[in-house]
């Protein structure tokens, strides 16, 4: 599985940005998806998750970025995305996005991810 991601930069406080996560397309549609961030001396931290459903996908977001970040995929596109808004610049950091064919109740902690993509720095100036 390999996962490509982009969309970083410098964005000002209050500003948007979008991130990328290409992959292809049987990837896309069988796997669960993740967006984590890190920065330096600190653990990789979890943002958000796509679960895979029959029906479509369930969403998880830490505390931190709920109503401010959408996590989805665009099927035409194999691509995973997470839009941020509202940027803080405590969301300065390099995300990471991650998949896993088996979903881990634990989703949060980066050991329940298979896969990753390099990272892609977000710096949010105040």
């Known amino acids: 599985v390999q996962l490509q991601a982009s969309g970083g930069g410098l964005v000002q406080a209050g500003g948007s940005l979008r991130l990328s996560c290409a992959a292809d397309e049987r990837t896309l549609s069988r796997y669960h998806w993740a967006w984590f961030r890190q920065t330096p001396g600190r653990e990789r931290e979890f943002v958000a998750a796509?679960?895979?459903?029959?029906?479509?996908?369930?969403?998880y977001y830490v505390d931190s970025v709920k109503g401010r970040f959408t996590i989805f995929r665009d099927k035409d596109r194999n691509t995973l995305y997470l839009q941020m808004n509202s940027l803080k610049p405590e969301d300065t950091a390099v995300y990471y996005c991650?998949?896993?064919?088996?979903?881990?109740?634990?989703?949060?902690?980066?050991?329940?991810?298979?896969?990753w993509g390099q990272g892609t720095l977000v710096t949010v100036s105040s």
């Open positions: 991650a998949a896993v064919l088996t979903w881990n109740v634990q989703y949060w902690t980066p050991i329940a991810w298979d896969y």
């Open positions: 796509y679960r895979q459903t029959g029906g479509g996908g369930s969403t």
